[in-house]
């Protein structure tokens, strides 16, 4: 708070202590309250000294105070001032010296050039991770397309596999159908065959009730009369099927009937002019039957032979 204003030059300045009054503001406050130097009081030695008044000195001290407190408050004022001065006159200094958009003229990198080329550097480490982060990026795009693609074309082939597995699911129902319904087929005409299988036994093993048993000629005379020729030239339509394998071994008994046999080869040995039409030849073994949907479902009724008539044994 005392300090005083810096020299002008190499003059010598009147320094003004805490509490003190300026030279001139004191000359002053003598001038007003009737105080002399000593020099006007040698001069005025004649006149005695008057001493001043209690409140006359108590309103000088006050009045000092209040100065002094203006001269503190100024000496602040100017020295803030003084401080931005030399701030800015130092930085018009450095303009001054430093040429437009380069570096200070002499000097040597410091603080700041380091940290600009640190800059610089971080800044090439960054385009080239961004290069890289670019470059992978393209890459993931390009798998991203690929692997897309890959799932519409394995959807495309899901959809084929479900539509063929659709028809071959169908098919294999169809074929279960059919395979059931031929099953059922064979079973009824199994059943049917067995059915005419007895018949046609039963009808073969039929022997009169009474009677001697006829012989050759008489069954032959029988055979070939008009009513059995008639029915014998009909024949008997039937449907051509899949021929099937026989149920047994048992089939063979049928065949090889001795009683056929020899009305068979009993038929062949006769002569043509004693029938009115040929008979059909009938082979010495029968034929495996065949599987056919026109024969009709209801049971084959059973086959009775009539009584031979009784012939004279001598021709």
């Known amino acids: 708070m005392g300090q005083s204003l810096p020299p002008a030059g190499d003059e010598w300045e009147a320094v003004t202590f805490p509490g003190q009054l300026p030279i001139d503001h004191s000359v002053e406050l003598t001038e007003v309250y ?84 640190q800059l610089l550097s971080e800044l090439d480490i960054a385009n080239d991770g961004l290069r890289r982060t670019t470059i992978h990026n393209e890459t993931l795009q390009a798998e991203l397309e690929s692997s897309q693609q890959r799932v519409a074309q394995l959807e495309r082939e899901c959809t084929l596999l479900q539509q063929r597995f659709g028809e071959k699911n169908t098919a294999l129902h169809q074929a279960e159908e059919t395979c059931r319904d031929l099953k059922a087929r064979l079973h009824r005409q199994q059943r049917y065959t067995l059915q005419f299988k007895a018949a046609l036994e039963k009808c073969l093993n039929m022997t009169p009730a009474a009677g001697p048993a006829p012989n050759s000629t008489m069954v032959q005379g029988q055979l070939l009369s008009p009513t059995v020729l008639e029915d014998a030239s009909q024949p008997v339509t039937m449907p051509r099927s899949q021929q099937i394998q026989p149920w047994s071994a048992g089939q063979g008994t049928v065949t090889d009937n001795p009683s056929l046999t020899h009305l068979l080869r009993g038929l062949r040995s006769a002569s043509p002019s004693s029938v009115p039409a040929p008979a059909p030849a009938l082979p010495e073994h029968l034929p495996a039957l065949e599987l056919s949907e026109a024969i009709a479902p209801e049971p084959l009724p059973t086959v009775s032979t009539p009584p031979l008539p009784l012939a004279d044994p001598t021709p």
């Not at 000294?49 to 602040?76: F, G, H, K, S, W």
């Not at 931005?84 to 001054?96: D, F, G, N």
């Open 34 to 117: 009737g105080l002399s130097s000593p020099s006007a009081a040698d001069t005025s030695s004649e006149a005695p000294p008057a001493e001043p008044a209690p409140e006359d000195l108590v309103q000088l001290i006050q009045d000092l105070n209040q100065c002094n407190d203006a001269l503190l408050l100024r000496v602040t004022e100017l020295e803030e001032a003084l401080e931005r001065s030399q701030v800015a006159l130092q930085a018009e200094i450095e303009r001054t010296q430093t040429p437009p958009g380069g570096l200070p003229v002499g000097t040597t990198p410091g603080p700041v050039q380091q940290q600009i080329a």
